[in-house]
């Protein structure tokens, strides 16, 4: 899988955080300093491509709140957005999707009450076959000849 594009507007309710990274297909480098938020973006696009969407939703509720989150891969596409209200509840998110059969959408209330998350995280996995992590951190150290670096601030 490759990872084309990832948005984050609003992250933890603060105006100015807002990213939108467009990715190379070989390497790309994410730096900043103690507590810009590199953590907190890397743990949001596992939880997305991994087929964790319901921890992600948790988590965004607890740690990472944010108004809007997107990313675009090889194989699909995810959207997750709080509608806009006065506050910020988990009962206005919807989730917007599009893994191949063209776009779909559900409010969380439903994606939660009929188990929807297991297909829905079962779709993506499906489509990400030998997914990992494993060694990444090693290979940020490394030098390579063509990278793209995302500096946090």
Do not use: C
């Not at 899988?1 to 105006?15: A, E, G, R, S, W």
């Not at 607890?62 to 509608?83: D, K, P, Q, V």
């Amino acid at each position: 899988m490759i990872i084309k594009h990832f948005k984050v507007t609003h992250l933890n309710q603060n105006d100015a955080l807002n990213f939108d990274l467009r990715f190379n297909e070989d390497i790309n480098v994410l730096t900043g300093k103690n507590g810009s938020g590199k953590t907190t973006l890397l743990k949001l696009i596992w939880y997305l491509i991994s087929g964790n969407i319901d921890r992600m939703i948790f988590f965004m509720n607890e740690e990472a709140l944010f108004e809007e989150i997107l990313i675009e891969t090889n194989t699909f596409s995810l959207n997750i957005r709080r509608a806009e209200t006065e506050g910020f509840s988990q009962k206005n998110i919807s989730v917007r999707w599009n893994i191949g059969k063209g776009e779909q959408h559900i409010s969380i209330e439903a994606y939660a009450e009929n188990g929807f998350y297991q297909f829905l995280n079962k779709e993506i996995l499906n489509r990400s076959p030998n997914f990992s992590l494993a060694g990444v951190q090693t290979l940020v150290w490394q030098e390579f000849g063509r990278s793209q670096r995302f500096i946090v601030e």
